[in-house]
């Protein structure tokens, strides 16, 4: 958000150069806002007992251009403070949930029957820093 907030107005609607999907900030962070949700409503499923439709109901990890493409559709008509505030608040639950884990519930492999042959951080981390280093690479790139 570091990034961002050093943008003008002006440059933070502006759109990107190329490529039909991230077209501008709205359209990355709208993109991390919602895989926070995602990865929230996993673990509240599986901690459940239940199996949750990963990554999204009625797509697979190998549909996940579709999926994103979808995310991305949904966003285009929200603007970019909104999703600024609910990046916000997504953000604070996910990290509110990683606080609320020991380093063993964390990364140990197979503790919990939803994640499957992982760990519940490896989850947080394809949905967190990961993700953020992919934002940040892709708005840096922008103003090239």
């Known amino acids: 958000m570091s990034l961002v907030n050093s943008y003008s107005d002006n440059e933070a609607n ?29 673990y509240r499923v599986g901690t459940k007992g239940e199996k949750p439709d990963m990554p999204a109901k009625g797509y697979t990890w190998k549909t996940l251009p579709e999926l994103n493409r979808k995310i991305w559709e949904s966003y285009l008509e929200v603007d970019l403070n909104t999703v600024k505030e609910s990046l916000s608040s997504s953000y604070s639950k996910v990290q509110d949930l990683i606080n609320a884990h020991s380093e063993t519930e964390l990364f140990q492999k197979k503790r919990y029957q939803w994640t499957g042959s992982t760990s519940l951080g490896a989850y947080l981390i394809s949905n967190t820093c990961s993700h953020y280093q992919w934002a940040i690479k892709r708005i840096k790139k922008s103003k090239k």
């Open 14 to 42: 502006k759109e990107f150069p190329e490529g039909p999907m991230f077209r501008n900030i709205r359209d990355v962070l709208a993109h991390l806002h919602h895989w926070h949700l995602m990865l929230l409503e996993w």
